[in-house]
């Protein structure tokens, strides 16, 4: 009797087992196939001829104007693309995405229970707009990371920096005067709780403040190396970060395989944070021809936005933000200028900050390069050039593999736009209307079709 009841007890665990490796078993990949479609690869000027476009799980793999044989049943989707344009999902360079809906008081000192809630829903029209990816810049971007990379929100991939990391009034540095003065080594302040900002005012805490952004997962690392528009009390003029404080943060980050970006306006914070080993600056807008010329020659990243009027309309008028955006503005377009001139190597991003509005119109801001740039180029800049920049976080990247382009065995973040915006670049400007798929990560978010 005992060995009965022995032998039915194994053969109730075998078959317990047996259903549980099965539950535990990964699915096959899923197989995509977008058929009859012209390809913009991310770098060309130019659309492929028809061809058939295989993503087998995440990745493409095969490109090639051949029919392509798949197993036509439930488990493959067929795309009938009907010469449609398939191009690579767009990059935004420099984005803030928990700082977008909120106002200033509210992303420093509001719920961030809130905050996180709203910047998911935000992260979730990013996507739905054609932004497969994009580098955040500054706030704290983690949990939200974290969230979509797990299939809680939907929303792009998210390249986090972190908190920005500012001086003592410097850009970046919200605090009220109630707050001052700072002790060395004391509480640290709302905006430093929430991990918007961190404050280092020595090379000694500028490396504590960078590891502990690598420690939770930062791809590469902000610095503030001159004033801003948006903080209050960080005139534009002003360089910030001493060259022995970058040097610092880019140790830091070079030892962990990473690089420093710098928001810089100015020839003087730029020239330092060259000097200082940065190896990408934010923006730019002030500099002279002569400092055009160093990035050019040092093989510096510089990340330009063609920030909108409204951006700047958005300051009050006689408010200390709008006074300083109208000193930035006019520097916008000779930038861009000096940029083409000495061909720079240029990263595109939009910027935005509180403004909901502001944001839906990312693929507008994009097709606004056209004052510059041809269509192919400005979206090259947004798709494989973007890919590059994103590339240079080396091991510190949280999504090993190549993207910003469709060709074989790169990454499946892919839209179907109706129409060719390298003909006319304003499609991207209307995605709900114009991209009738939207895939990330070979996952199919969007299907009008």
Request: aromatic share 6%; glycine share 10%.
């Amino acid at each position: 009797m005992s060995l009965r009841i022995t032998a039915s007890v194994c053969t109730l665990c075998l078959l317990q087992t047996i259903a549980f490796a099965q539950e535990r078993a990964p699915e096959p990949p899923t197989v995509v196939l977008f058929e009859n479609v012209r390809v913009f690869d991310g770098k060309s000027d130019a659309l492929s001829g028809n061809v058939n476009v295989l993503v087998r799980g995440n990745t493409i793999e095969k490109i090639t104007p051949d029919p392509v044989a798949v197993d036509r049943s439930a488990k493959t989707k067929i795309i009938a693309g009907g010469g449609r344009t398939l191009m690579p999902g767009l990059i935004d360079a420099h984005w803030h995405a928990m700082l977008i809906r909120p106002d200033p008081m509210q992303a420093i000192a509001g719920d961030v229970g809130y905050n996180n809630l709203t910047a998911g829903a935000e992260a979730t029209d990013t996507l739905m707009r054609g932004f497969t990816t994009v580098r955040d810049v500054g706030g704290p971007v983690f949990g939200l990371k974290r969230a979509i990379d797990d299939g809680t929100v939907v929303g792009p991939r998210i390249y986090p920096s972190g908190a920005i990391i500012t001086i003592t009034s410097g850009h970046g540095d919200f605090r009220q005067l109630s707050e001052l003065p700072r002790t060395m080594g004391g509480p640290l302040a709302r905006m430093e709780q929430t991990g918007g900002s961190m404050v280092a005012d020595s090379p000694d805490e500028v490396r504590l403040r960078v590891r502990e952004q690598l420690m939770q997962g930062a791809s590469q690392i902000k610095l503030t190396a001159g004033g801003g528009v948006s903080s209050p009390f960080s005139p534009i003029d002003v360089s910030t970060f001493t060259e022995a404080e970058l040097r610092a943060a880019v140790e830091a980050a070079q030892n962990w395989g990473t690089y420093v970006t710098a928001h810089a306006f100015t020839s003087a914070a730029i020239q330092r944070s060259i000097a200082a080993g940065v190896t990408c600056i934010e923006h730019g807008f002030l500099m002279d021809d002569a400092t055009a010329r160093l990035i050019a020659e040092k093989g510096v990243w510089l990340s330009l936005q063609p920030l909108p009027e409204e951006l700047r309309q958005g300051f009050p008028v006689g408010s200390i933000q709008r006074i300083k955006a109208d000193q930035v503005w006019p520097g916008i377009a000779k930038a861009y200028e000096m940029a083409k001139k000495y061909k720079i190597k240029t990263a595109w991003g939009t910027d935005v900050l509180f403004s909901h509005a502001l944001a839906q119109r990312q693929g507008a801001i994009l097709a606004s390069l056209t004052r510059w740039y041809t269509p192919a180029e400005a979206l090259a800049m947004a798709t494989g050039t973007n890919g590059e920049l994103l590339a240079m976080s080396g091991l510190r990247n949280p999504y090993p593999g190549k993207l910003g382009v469709v060709e074989e065995g790169a990454l499946a973040d892919l839209l179907l736009v109706d129409g060719n915006p390298l003909e006319n670049i304003d499609l991207i400007a209307d995605p709900a209307t114009n991209f009738v798929v939207i895939m990330k990560d070979g996952k199919i978010f969007k299907n009008a079709l």
